[in-house]
């Protein structure tokens, strides 16, 4: 191209060689320098322009990993396993919640049969990849998981090639309700029998008008016990459903002189049974909480103890230990088999129905004495050996 240029501007008419090489390379430096600015603007411009482009790529990248790692916060910090499959049913993600409950920390290379042992949760993947949409289901993980959840499954897209699976954990709620359930059934059976019995005896005085009046008395004995019977369990249902409704009074409790009042007031009935008591009381111990709530764990626990003791001796003590008020009742008495020992805190659990009944009884006590302190901040426990005796301790912060 430059020779034609050469030519077409009429160098090639000139004589002399040497000036004609001059020329020419004048021309060719000239237009080189103007060829090589060109060529410099436009690569510089280029460069520009892939720096910006670069940098707005960074720019989006940084962008989605900073929405990636947001939906990823956002699904580890949801109380729900969420996984996405394929239509396979292979996982491709699984959230930290869905790790935590099934152990492990490679799920994103199993199926969600492997990853859960759940054939109801991976049939309704399957139901999904074959384009129906499954109902929601409550499923239950046995063993090793013992859970129970409200699994839905969803296609991520239109074209139905992922899945999202969602499983909300419903394991405490359903024991909750089955706990509600046994306690309802258990209230209607422990007021259905003093009922009974007070028919059975208003029946038979209605019955024999004219029976001796020593009879009568009797009966109407029996019916008064009963009475009495149905008073103590609903007063107890009413402490119960108290200390766990609501927060306890915020008074200052002098627990030391509460314990010796409430060891006071057992005394009588251990003495009647030949029970020796002692105690040893650590005076100035102030507690906050409920007076009227306290005593009535004290006299839970001495009441047991004296209920359950036929000889040998309660003793009573409470000190302040690493600053907490503790309190221990230790009896001489029938002791608690160890099988039934994590249940008895339960409502209405006793060890041996007939005893229980036979001293008064209504089940409830033990379960109160733990909700009552739980709810003042403290804590209870026992140890026991059967026939040998029991001790039974509670904690109680130091206002
Ligand atoms: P109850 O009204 O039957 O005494 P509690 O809730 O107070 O109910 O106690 C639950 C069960 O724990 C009792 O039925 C009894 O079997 C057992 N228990 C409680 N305290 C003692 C104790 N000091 N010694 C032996 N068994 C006890």
Known sequence: MASALLFASGFGGLARPRETALAFGAVLAVLGTVVLRDVRKSAAECRTTVERLTAKAALLEAESQKNRAALDGLADGLDVWIFLVDAKGDVLYANERAHQVFGRNDLASRSILAATFSRELTEMVQSAAQGQDPPLLEIVFGSPYDKTGMARVWPESPERSHFFVSVTDVTDLRRLERVRRDFVANVSHELRTPMATIRAMAETILDEPEAPVEASRRYLE???????????????????????????????????????????????????????????????????????????????????????????????????????????????????????????????????????????????????????????????????RLNEGSRFWFTLPLA
Request: aromatic share 4%.
């Open 222 to 384: 029996k019916v008064m016990s009963e009475i009495d019977r149905l008073t103590r369990i609903s007063n107890d249902l009413l402490a119960l459903s108290k200390a766990e409704s609501k927060p306890p009074a915020q008074g200052r409790v002098d627990l030391s002189e509460t314990a010796n009042a409430a060891i006071q007031q057992i005394s009588a009935k251990a003495k009647r049974k030949g029970i020796k008591t002692g105690s040893d009381i650590e005076p100035g111990i102030i507690v906050t909480g409920s007076e009227e709530q306290l005593t009535q764990v004290l006299l839970n626990l001495l009441e047991n103890a004296v209920n359950y003791t036929t000889e040998g001796s309660v003793d009573v003590a409470l000190h302040r230990v690493d600053g907490s008020a503790e309190f221990t009742v230790v009896d001489t008495g029938i002791g608690i088999p160890s099988e039934d020992l994590p249940r008895i805190f339960e409502r209405f659990y006793r060890v041996d129905k007939a005893r229980s009944r036979a001293s008064g009884g209504t089940g409830l006590g033990l379960s109160i004495v733990r909700h009552i302190v739980e709810s003042h901040g403290g804590k209870t426990g026992v140890e026991s």
